[in-house]
């Protein structure tokens, strides 16, 4: 099968991973990279022996667009539509970094964008390709637990994310966009659509902008109460990043997601403890090696359906289900009310 080209759109700290996740799979070249910075993308370009370095991204496009097949979007989130209508406009498939957009309505616009152009637009969401989150929704699926009733998704930890990341300190919105954004994907991979909403956020980091905690509380249509935690500011026992711990209970027994990537299984008959321990690349940052497994995993799905192999479960479509979760929450924190979905 013919290699399909791409060009990375923004190289920054987590093209550093997004690159040699790529290169994980069979059946995809990296053409070309576009930073606004041009000394970054020459880098990454000596590290993966990429020549067409460009700091414009329209003369990249120029140049490229006839033999490229999709982009990958890896910039900060207020450019995602700017780069998103440029790449849909030229004819070319669109894998755009989390979260969709700025708000809904630019969400919205890409998503129609992408669509008029008749391209495909995904949104490259990974943390639902966590191994052991992808356990877990397998024990759901068996049914051997019966009908989840309570579910708490969490995501809390004192990591010093900032350091990594320094823009994030930077933004008005903060955690519910940058984490909310994955964790609230889970609760609809793991549980369906939610009916209802309510959430209250926090700024305890006094040297950020934006919140860094954040619980939202959601009925789900299936009737499940779902709470979903997510904090930067917690110093806890056991640090947990960037695990999300997980506890689901059943009518016929519970299972929790515990630190070390166990699933520890209870039912009348006992508890079953169960290994989820995901792939290790050599590439991955030791201290993000779960969410960089989940790269190459979350790539594999999206090239599957590029290639009409296989469908995409992070579709610009599913993905603005998500999307309208994470600012539907920030809506119900000014607000301070439930809000219907
Ligand atoms: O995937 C991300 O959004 C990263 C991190 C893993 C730190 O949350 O910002």
Known sequence: MQKLKFAVIGTGFWAQYQIPAWLELEGVEVMALYNRTQAKAEELGRRYGVTNVYDDVDRLLERHADELDFVDIITDVDTHPIFTAKAALRGLDVICQKPMGPNLEASRQMVETCRQAGVRFYVHENFRWQTP????????????????????????????????????????RFILTDIGSHVLDVCRFLFGEAESLYCQTSRVNPAIRGE???????????????????????????????????????????????HDFQLRVTTRRGTTILDATPPAYPWADPAYALVHASIVACNRNLLQDLQGSGTAETTGDDNFETIRLVYAAYDSAARNTLIPL
């Not at 759901?140 to 010093?160: H, I, N, Q, W, Y």
């Not at 009925?219 to 999300?244: D, H, I, K, V």
Request: hydrophobic share 45%; glycine share 4%; charged share 20%.
């Open 133 to 172: 989150l992808r356990r877990l929704k397998a024990v759901l699926d068996s049914g051997e637990l019966g009908t989840p009733f309570k579910a708490r998704v969490s995501f809390c930890s004192a990591f010093p994310v900032f350091e990594n990341q320094p823009f994030l300190a930077e933004l008005d």
């Open 212 to 258: 860094d905690v954040a619980n939202v509380l959601m009925r789900m249509r299936s009737g499940l109460s779902c709470y979903a935690e997510m904090s930067y500011a917690s110093l806890l026992e056991r640090e947990a990043f960037p695990q999300t711990l997980v506890q689901v209970e059943a009518s016929a027994g519970s299972v929790v997601l515990t």
